[in-house]
């Protein structure tokens, strides 16, 4: 079966069958789970790794940064990588690398080595990353089909913030640290492997020599500076670093030239024209506002069991694990819901969602579990799935066959940059915020606060009963009040941010009003079938 000579099973001309879209869509799905699943647990128990080598916090954050940094200056590149090379070409040499360097992250001498091995992980992840995304687009018909390949994309996407915890709690209990790579062996010979048999080969669309190069090169370097100035920002006391100073002069300068470079260019990197259609525009706006939110449960809700009760990943995952199996439920209602209504209505219901469970946890104490959290994490399980397949159902509504390397690229983009702003924004909120608790109730412990006083000769008892040394007891007394200050400091901090971010995402869902209907009459589905086929390199009957 040829291009030319397309399966009466395919909808439109120069679309696979439905068969072989569905294996393609599959297979891509896992990788890229798999992948999202991987670079989460390095920032989830960076300790771990950190701790295995022998070098500090500080110098274990440098391999998370360089991760994500490695990440987002691939994922510009994907998609015209496929159609330079295929999508099989691309899935089995991105999960080949990933293996490889798994296996060679158990041997590495030290953590030099083992960055470089995370930095080629990582662009390979980044890579995987937008491959669903163009999968879906490139061999699925417009309408109810692609509508449900575009779900599973959305599901995909999130999934693995609520599983990251459940998985790094079962492979480090078993194998250490060293199950953080064991997990990434198995994931990735299992796509290598999907890849091999399953995918098909296709003709290349374009070679190599004819990607905007100079343009790549600006928009990574730019990119991947302004990941080094949020992630490590707040670690480094933000202008106070001389690195953090240097990346964030890096960033301004280059990535301006990079999108002038883009703009000026008759054949660019990324077609930047497509922010300009209000239907791409604002998806990619809230989509960034969104990942703000998610940072509740990649980070907020990590850092305050781990701060205030000393949890690990076992009990960080009985808390996240809720909203998993909320996702599994919400995103079939959250199709259903768009691709037959008002899109709109959902994707407000969404943003509404995740400001009243981030609210609801505003109210933490010091006693606070995991179970604690539970309504929270529910009400953003709905919150995401309500909010994200509404928004890639308009993303790609009005994106012509040439621009869809560049929504893949762009809404990627979104992803990463969002998250890693949002943890940056709420990491320093909490910072600056338990510095100004801590400020005022160390004012408190004075001789002249009676509660203070009656609680100091309470512990300063019960100390002295266990040893009978008066001195010791009294700095036992002093350092037990100092860390329930500090706690208690951290506390507030956190509830600080829970009140922040329902603010931003309950501005965000007031924002909704700006976006067109996703209907322009009546009948017409959400996803256009007028929508011409995309590249035949991604397209044709031979596979995808």
Request: net charge neutral; charged share 10%; aromatic share 10%.
């Amino acid at each position: 079966m040829t291009a030319d000579t397309p399966s009466p099973a395919a909808s439109p001309v120069g679309l696979p069958p439905l068969r072989i879209a569905i294996q393609t869509v599959g297979v891509v799905a896992v990788g890229m789970l798999g992948s999202s699943i991987s670079s989460q647990l390095v920032d989830l128990d960076i300790a771990d790794v950190g701790g295995a080598f022998s070098i500090s916090a500080d110098e274990a954050s440098w391999i998370a940064c360089i991760a994500t940094m490695a990440e987002v200056a691939a994922i510009p590149l994907a998609a015209l990588l496929v159609r330079a090379l295929s999508l099989r070409v691309v899935v089995i040499w991105t999960a080949g690398a990933y293996a490889l360097c798994a296996f060679a992250s158990l041997a590495a001498a030290d953590e030099s080595v083992l960055l470089v091995l995370r930095a080629v992980q990582s662009f390979c992840g980044g890579i995987m990353s937008v491959l669903l995304f163009v999968a879906v687009v490139a061999t699925l018909p417009p309408g109810p089909r692609r509508g449900i390949g575009l779900a599973v994309f959305a599901f995909a996407s999130t999934a693995p913030a609520a599983l990251v915890a459940s998985v790094g709690a079962f492979v480090t209990e078993r194998f250490g640290w060293q199950g953080l790579y064991y997990f990434d062996i198995a994931w990735a010979l299992a796509v290598f492997g999907l890849g091999v048999f399953v995918l098909r080969p296709t003709p290349s669309a374009m070679r190599l020599s004819e990607i905007d190069w100079p343009s790549y090169l600006l928009a990574a370097v730019a990119l991947a500076a302004l990941i080094l100035f949020m992630k490590q920002g707040d670690r480094f006391f933000w202008l106070d670093s001389p690195i953090i100073v240097r990346a964030a002069i890096l960033a301004a300068v280059i990535l301006p030239v990079a999108v002038a470079a883009m703009l000026l260019r008759k054949h660019p990197l990324m077609d930047l024209s497509l922010l300009a259609k209000p239907t791409f525009g604002w998806a990619v706006t809230l989509a960034t506002f969104y990942r703000f939110g998610l940072v509740v449960t990649v980070f907020v809700v990590p850092q305050a069991l781990t701060r205030l009760q000393g949890f690990r990943m076992p009990e960080i995952a009985d808390a996240t694990i809720w909203m998993f199996w909320v996702e599994c439920l919400a995103f079939p209602l959250a199709w259903f819901w768009a691709s037959r209504w008002d899109a709109r209505l959902p994707l407000s219901l969404g943003l509404a969602l995740f400001a009243i469970g981030a609210f609801t946890s505003s109210y933490l104490t010091p006693d606070w579990q995991a179970s604690d959290f539970r309504l929270t994490l529910i009400a953003l399980g709905f919150g995401q799935a309500l909010f994200l397949v509404p928004t890639v159902f308009y993303a790609t509504r009005d994106v012509a066959p040439q621009q869809g390397p560049t929504a893949a690229s762009l809404f990627n983009l979104s992803r990463v940059v969002g998250q890693t702003f949002g943890i940056a924004v709420v990491g320093s909120l909490i910072t600056w915020r338990e510095k100004f608790h801590s400020a005022l109730l160390v004012d408190s412990l004075n001789n002249a606060n009676s509660a203070l006083t009656d609680r100091f000769n309470g512990l300063v008892a019960t100390f002295l009963g266990t040893h009978g040394d008066p001195d010791l007891a009294a700095l036992q007394a002093w350092k037990s009040l100092s860390g329930t200050t500090s706690n208690q400091a951290y506390v507030l901090a956190f509830a600080d941010s829970f009140v922040i971010i329902s603010l931003v995402l309950a501005i965000s869902a007031i924002l909704v009003l700006m976006l067109p209907p996703l209907r322009d009459r009546a009948g017409t589905p959400p996803l256009p079938a007028d929508t011409p086929p995309t590249d035949r390199a991604l397209t044709s009957g031979r596979g995808a």
